[in-house]
Nanobody
Framework: QVQLVESGGGLVQPGGSLRLSCAAS????????MGWYRQAPGKERELVAT???????NYGDSVKGRFTISRDNAKNTVYLQMNSLKPEDTAVYYC?????????????WGQGTQVTVSS
C-alpha cells in the first residue's frame, strides 16, 4: 500500500504561482512513477505532469512551459511548481503514484487539493 498526502493548494491571482507537495509513505520502494492530475467541475480528470524514478518527466499540453514537476527521493516527496497560473487551471489537483508489484501496476491517489485562480 501507498499513502499520499498533498498540500499547497489555495487561492491565487492570475499570473501568480503556487507549489504543490505530495508526500508518499508505505511501500514506496516499489513506486515506479508519481504525478499530478486535475479535475475541474464538469470535466474529466486530466494529466498535469508525471515523473519516473529516473527523473523522466511528461506534461499535459496545457501546462507545458508553465508547470514543473520534481521529486526529492530523500523525502519521498513530489512537487509541482505552477507559474503563470490562469483561471482555467482552477481544479482539484490529485497526486498519483504507480506501484509495480507481482507483475501488476497499482494506482494510488491522494485526497486532492483545491487550486483556485481568480482575481
Amino acid at each position: 500500500q501507498v499513502q499520499l498526502v498533498e498540500s499547497g493548494g489555495g487561492l491565487v491571482q492570475p499570473g501568480g504561482s503556487l507549489r504543490l507537495s505530495c508526500a508518499a509513505s508505505g511501500s514506496i520502494l516499489s513506486i515506479r512513477a508519481m504525478g499530478w492530475y486535475r479535475q475541474a467541475p464538469g470535466k474529466e480528470r486530466e494529466l498535469v505532469a508525471t515523473i519516473t524514478g529516473t527523473g523522466s518527466t511528461n506534461y499535459g499540453d496545457s501546462v507545458k512551459g508553465r508547470f514543473t514537476i520534481s521529486r526529492d527521493n530523500a523525502k519521498n516527496t513530489v512537487y509541482l511548481q505552477m507559474n503563470s497560473l490562469k483561471p482555467e487551471d482552477t481544479a482539484v489537483y490529485y497526486c498519483n503514484a504507480v506501484r509495480l508489484a507481482f507483475g501488476f501496476e497499482y494506482n494510488y491517489w491522494g485526497q486532492g487539493t483545491q487550486v483556485t485562480v481568480s482575481s
